[in-house]
């Protein structure tokens, strides 16, 4: 069924809730897209003009596609090689959606993107359609297709399981601005006792290749393991130089809302390192390499002036 003019404008001005919602549902920016598409697709062959609330009847469509794709995604990843992280976005992607409040900001960084592959997909949905874009629970559950009560209880298991993993406070920018900066320092030194010092004691380093890129297959745990590895990593090397194909220039950058350090090599972004800085210390160092994950931030980051890089790297 053709759409008409004014059906394909409202589809259009939806987009970019759409993409935001499926982007935090799935964790990667080529899946949102796609999830996004076929809700067009359902759109364009639905009687859009018996729908009566389009914007309700597209969320619901994209979150149920969303969910389908979780439980797909979930039996794939027991295959994935090695560890599976989210696909970073830089600051001003239209996918990281909106950032006015606290929740908002924290539904998209890093942390809770990884945090949220624990939780059951229903829960997620919840969540993020309560925390990230303040719908109300009765909306919640005609989308869910469950009881107000029921929506509310999903949404108390989610927060639940976040605050286990996120017992710390995390510091303002300048002050992570500053931890990043010492960091750098600390890992380009040749040293491992300055990183141990910026470490909490059960840091954690973890790192996604995808099969594409080498990368351990399980994390780095506590703080003199992590130091180790970062001191090895950024140790100069023909090896790696080879495998990214150059020396790679370091950016301090915002990536999902937090600090991080992205490598690039002739306007190709070829890793992102994700820093958790908290007022005890890094917490968590998140490296994503596979390049399949890195395409739509290297489209972005290609496309503005990111002015010199601190060093390179190798």
């Not at 008409?4 to 001005?13: G, I, K, M, N, P």
């Not at 969320?59 to 969910?67: D, F, I, Q, Y």
């Not at 909106?98 to 993107?113: G, K, N």
């Not at 629970?137 to 869910?144: D, F, G, T, Y």
Request: contains cysteine; charged residues 25%; neutral net charge.
């Amino acid at each position: 069924m053709a759409l008409s003019a004014s059906d394909v404008e409202l589809f259009t001005v939806s987009r970019p809730r759409l993409e935001a919602i499926a982007y935090r549902l799935l964790g990667s920016a080529s899946e949102a897209e796609d999830a996004v598409q076929e809700t067009f697709l359902r759109w364009q062959a639905a009687d859009a003009g018996s729908v009566r609330v389009p914007e309700a009847w597209l969320t619901k469509v994209l979150t149920n596609l969303c969910l389908n794709q979780l439980a797909s995604a979930r039996a794939r990843r027991e295959t994935y090689v090695g560890e599976w992280l989210p696909e970073p976005l830089a600051a001003g992607d239209p996918m990281l959606g909106p950032a006015d409040t606290a929740e908002q900001r924290e539904s998209v960084s890093y942390a809770v993107l990884v945090l949220l592959e624990r939780l059951a997909p229903n829960e997620r949905a919840v969540y993020v359609l309560r925390e990230a874009f303040d719908y109300p629970h009765r909306e919640i559950a005609e989308i869910l297709d469950v009881t107000e009560a029921a929506s509310q209880q999903l949404l108390h298991r989610a927060r639940k399981h976040l605050a286990r993993g996120r017992a710390r406070t995390e510091v303002d920018r300048a002050a992570a601005r500053k931890v990043v900066d010492e960091f750098l320092a600390a890992a380009t030194s040749g040293r491992t006792e300055p990183l141990v010092r910026l470490l909490t004691a059960d840091a954690v380093a973890v790192g996604d290749g995808g099969g594409k890129v080498p990368a351990r297959t399980k994390a780095f745990e506590g703080a003199l393991a992590v130091a180790r590895f970062m001191r090895g990593l950024f140790a100069p090397g023909k090896g790696k130089r080879a495998l990214v194909g150059g020396s790679p220039g370091i950016h301090v950058a915002t990536v999902n809302g937090g600090p991080a350090l992205v490598a690039v090599v002739e306007d190709r972004v070829v890793g992102v390192m994700c820093l958790e800085v908290t007022t005890e210390g890094i917490t968590a160092i998140r490296s994503q390499a596979n390049p399949d994950k890195l395409a739509r931030l290297t489209e972005r980051w290609a496309a503005e002036d990111h002015g010199e890089p601190l060093f390179h790297a190798f």
